[in-house]
C-alpha cells in the first residue's frame, strides 16, 4: 500500500496529446488541445468525510491520515509528479449539439498504475475552476457529491459497469446553488468527490475533434484508444472493430440499467463512456414505481427523453453521434452504418436473457418473450415498485387461489389499491408464470437463487440519499453509515428496514423524486 504522495504518477494521456500547458484557467475555447493544464484551487479545510476501503486495497493506495494526505483529496496539494488537467470534449445535450464542453469541475491529477500496463485516473470533481468552466465556479456540494460517492460504489457493488469513488471530502466554503433554477439560490456545504475510473474518455472526446476537422488529432486519439484500452484489436479494420466492441458494451450497459431500474437522467453524449461505465452521477434515480415514462430529471421536462424506458434508443442515438464523428476517417459510411445497426441484436438478445433470469427461467424462448412483454404491460399498467415486486416474485406460492390472494400477496410493493380488471390482469399473468416455472428443467430452488442474483433488494433509492444529506448537513451521519453498509450487499436480505416503498411524503418534496442537474 502506497501513499498518494509518495508515488509517482503517470501521466501518458498529457505525454501523447496536445495540450494548453498554459494553466490559465480563463474560460475559452481551445481548438487544437486535447487537454488543459488546470491547477486545483485551494479550499478552506479538507476534511475526509468517506473513504472506500474495499477500493483503495483494489488500488493499493492506503488511507490518509496526515493533513497534508487529506489535502490532496480536496485539491489543497498537487505532488510534483502531478499534472492536473482538464479534458476538453463536445457533445449533443438533449439531441442538440452544444460544441465544446469540456471538464468544467472535473479535474484529473494523474494515472496511478497498479500493475504494468494498468493503470486508473485519479480525477477530482469539484475542485475549482478549469478553461471548460465557462460560467460556472468549478465547485460541487455536499448534495451532489454525496449522491455521486455513494450511487458509483452502489452501482459496482450491483455488478452494472462504472466508474467509482474513492473519497468524499468536505471543503469548509459554501457554495451558491439555484437547486431547481427557480431564481431561488442558497448557501451549499462544500464538496469533493475523487473518482476512479481506468478512463474518462467520453464519445465528446472524439465528437469535438470531428467538429473541428482536427484529422490527425482524431487519429491520433483513436488509435491511442485502442491500444491502450482495446489491444487485443489489431489488423487494418481495428477501428471498425473496436466501434463494434463500444457498441456491444453500449447495449450491455443498457440492459444492466434496465435490470436494476437505474435512471441515468442526463444521458447527453458527453456522458457516454467509450470503455461502456456508468459515468457522471447527476438527477439520477432508481425507478420506484414502474414507470418507463419516469425521467427524474426536471431540465428533462416536458419532453422526456431521457425516461427509463427510453434508455436503450438514446443509446443508439448518441452511438450514432459517436459513428459520424468516426466517418471521417472512412472512404464512406456504410460499413459504420453497419456496424451501429449490430447495436438492436445485442441489445434485444441479452435485455431477454436478462429478464429471463430476472423471472427465473432456465432458458428463453419465443413464447418466454411474449410473456415477458405480457409482464411489462401488466407493471405499466398497476405500476408496483420494481426492486420489490421482483424480489415477492421469487418465492411466490405456485398454488395462488384467486386475484384477491395475488393483490395481497403483492401488497407489500403497491402504491395504490388495485381495480378488479388490475386484480384480474395480475392473476391470469401469475397463472401463466406459475406453469412457465413448472416447466423449467432445473429445480425451483435453482431457479430461485438465479432470481435472487439477478434482482436486487437494496437499491439507493432518492429519498433515502436526501434523508442522509440532510443528516449531514446537520453533523449526523448515522443513514449515510447505513447505506454505505448497505449498498455492498444489495442482493442480501439483510437490511430489512429499507426493503419498503417510497413514503408519501417523498413523492413531491424536492430531491425525493425529481432533481436537477445543478450541483
Not at 25 to 41: D, E, I
Not at 252 to 257: G, I
Not at 273 to 286: A, K, N, Q, R, V
Not at 411 to 421: M, P, S, V
Request: net charge negative.
Amino acid at each position: 500500500m502506497e501513499s498518494l504522495s509518495s508515488k509517482a504518477y503517470k501521466k501518458d494521456y498529457v505525454n501523447t496529446f496536445n495540450g494548453d500547458d498554459s494553466g490559465d484557467l480563463t474560460p475559452r475555447q481551445t481548438p487544437g488541445a486535447l487537454y488543459s493544464k488546470a491547477v486545483p484551487t485551494p479550499v478552506e479545510k479538507v476534511s475526509l468525510l468517506a473513504w472506500s476501503n474495499e477500493l483503495a486495497e483494489k488500488l493499493g493506495i492506503q488511507k490518509p491520515t496526515e493533513q497534508k494526505e487529506i489535502d490532496i483529496l480536496g485539491g489543497s496539494h498537487v505532488t510534483d509528479t502531478m499534472y492536473p488537467y482538464a479534458a476538453c470534449y463536445a457533445g449533443h445535450q438533449f439531441g442538440n449539439w452544444a460544441g465544446q464542453l469540456g471538464d468544467g469541475r472535473a479535474i484529473t491529477l494523474g494515472e496511478w498504475e497498479t500493475t504494468p500496463g494498468q493503470s486508473w485516473e485519479l480525477q477530482l470533481k469539484g475542485a475549482g475552476q478549469t478553461p471548460y468552466s465557462r460560467r460556472a465556479d468549478g465547485r460541487a456540494v455536499l448534495r451532489s457529491s454525496v449522491r455521486e460517492y455513494l450511487m458509483s460504489e452502489a452501482m459496482h457493488y450491483l455488478g452494472v459497469p462504472t466508474t467509482r469513488a474513492l473519497s468524499l471530502v468536505t471543503t469548509g466554503e459554501p457554495i451558491l446553488r439555484d437547486m431547481f433554477y427557480n431564481g431561488n439560490p442558497a448557501y451549499e456545504p462544500g464538496a469533493i468527490v475523487m473518482r476512479v475510473a481506468p478512463s474518462f474518455l467520453r464519445f465528446g472526446n472524439f465528437e469535438v475533434l470531428s467538429a473541428r476537422k482536427e484529422i490527425d488529432n482524431l487519429k491520433q486519439l483513436v488509435n491511442w484508444t485502442i491500444d491502450r484500452y482495446y489491444p487485443h484489436l489489431t489488423g487494418e479494420d481495428k477501428v471498425l472493430q473496436w466501434f463494434k466492441e463500444v457498441v456491444e458494451r453500449t447495449a450491455k450497459l443498457m440492459v444492466e440499467w434496465m435490470r436494476v431500474g437505474f435512471v441515468h437522467g442526463v444521458m447527453n453524449t458527453d456522458n457516454m463512456s467509450i470503455l461502456g461505465l456508468t459515468i457522471d452521477y447527476g438527477p439520477y434515480s432508481f425507478v420506484d414505481d414502474y414507470d418507463p415514462n419516469f425521467t427524474p430529471n426536471t431540465t428533462d421536462l416536458p419532453g422526456r427523453r431521457y425516461a427509463f424506458g427510453k434508455q436503450p434508443s438514446i443509446a443508439y442515438w448518441n452511438l450514432g453521434c459517436l459513428a459520424g464523428a468516426l466517418a471521417l476517417l472512412f472512404p464512406d459510411t456504410k460499413a459504420l452504418i453497419e456496424t451501429l445497426e449490430t447495436y438492436k441484436e445485442v441489445y434485444w438478445s441479452n435485455y431477454y436473457g436478462m429478464m429471463g433470469k430476472k423471472l427465473g427461467l432456465d432458458q428463453v424462448t419465443q413464447e418466454d418473450i411474449k410473456l415477458v412483454k405480457e409482464l411489462e404491460e401488466l407493471l405499466t399498467a398497476i405500476k408496483p415498485d420494481m426492486t420489490i415486486f421482483f424480489r415477492l416474485l421469487i418465492d411466490l406460492p405456485l398454488d395462488m387461489a384467486d386475484a384477491t390472494a395475488s393483490e395481497k400477496y403483492f401488497k407489500q410493493g403497491l402504491y395504490n389499491d388495485l381495480t378488479e380488471e388490475e386484480k384480474v390482469r395480475l392473476y391470469t399473468f401469475i397463472q401463466k408464470y406459475v406453469e412457465r416455472i413448472k416447466s423449467n428443467s432445473c429445480t425451483r430452488e435453482a431457479s430461485q437463487e438465479l432470481m435472487r442474483r439477478t434482482n436486487p433488494y437494496f437499491i439507493l433509492r432518492n429519498y433515502l440519499l436526501h434523508q442522509a444529506i440532510e443528516e449531514l448537513e446537520q453533523g449526523k451521519d448515522e443513514l449515510f453509515t447505513k447505506l454505505q453498509a448497505a449498498m455492498k450487499a444489495p442482493y442480501s436480505d439483510k437490511y430489512t428496514e429499507f426493503f419498503q416503498t417510497r413514503p408519501e411524503w417523498a413523492t413531491q418534496k424536492a430531491g425525493c423524486s425529481m432533481l436537477s442537474c445543478s450541483s
